[in-house]
């Protein structure tokens, strides 16, 4: 079936270092892929997405590319934030089934 | 933009209780969901509704029952609330047109004793 694989949490960096979580999937059809982050006692915000392969999302210095051909889709940013610190969720959307495909998240926490 | 608007924000409930929690989308959006999420387990679905008047079985609805009122409002139902049901609820809702994104509800957060 269809799922989702992200690094165990949490990842614990100092501020200002380099950040990458990676996240693998496996889903039927040809997936948009997503990136949603959860701050501590909200809901989940989108942070970006990617449509088609090789296509690269961005937002807040966050950015993640589209490739199909390793059916991965890692969120980087070059220097994080004590304000980055929260949950961050890899989904892909199955358009089989239009549900996305959640794994169990990981937690991020930027020291100062 | 008000978005997802989820009520009650927090409830506690005795084991046997019901309770509806509601949902509502001002987007216009066709597709809606429920999801709990607990500790270590991400967000799991319980139940889906693809346009107003139909509702599907997510990965979870035991326990559960969901009415989709009209085009705004989804609403899930605990008939008789268990320990095992404390958790905290998302709803969301999508355009099905194109690659969008589900948008989230700041959730509820229900405890049952």
């Known amino acids: 079936g269809d799922s989702v694989t992200q690094m165990e949490g949490p990842v614990t960096l100092s501020e200002e270092a380099f950040l990458t979580i990676n996240c693998t999937y496996t889903a039927t059809g040809y997936p948009s892929l997503f990136w949603y982050v959860q701050y501590p006692g909200e809901g989940l915000q989108l942070l970006l997405k990617a449509t088609k392969a090789d296509d690269k999302g961005s937002n807040k210095g966050f950015e993640a590319t589209y490739r199909k051909e390793t059916t991965s889709f890692h969120l980087e940013k070059g220097s994080v934030q004590v304000s980055d610190s929260a949950v961050y969720f890899c989904?892909?959307?199955?358009?089989?089934?239009?549900?996305?495909?959640f794994g169990t998240g990981t937690r991020l926490q930027v020291f100062p | 933009n008000a978005g997802v608007t989820q009520t009650p924000k927090f409830q506690v409930l005795k084991t046997g209780q019901s309770m509806t929690l509601q949902c509502a989308q001002d987007m216009n959006h066709n597709s809606m969901y429920w999801y709990r999420q607990d500790p270590g387990m991400g967000l799991r679905l319980i139940y889906y509704s693809a346009s107003e008047g139909t509702t599907d079985k997510g990965e979870v609805p035991n326990g559960y029952n969901v009415s989709r009122l009209n085009k705004r409002e989804f609403s899930l139902r605990l008939e008789s609330a268990a320990p095992s049901q404390t958790s905290v609820y998302f709803c969301?809702?999508?355009?099905?047109?194109?690659?969008?994104?589900?948008?989230f509800g700041d959730g509820t957060r229900l405890s049952i004793l």
């Open positions: 969301a809702s999508r355009e099905t047109v194109g690659n969008q994104p589900q948008h």
């Open positions: 989904a892909p959307h199955s358009y089989n089934t239009d549900k996305l495909i």
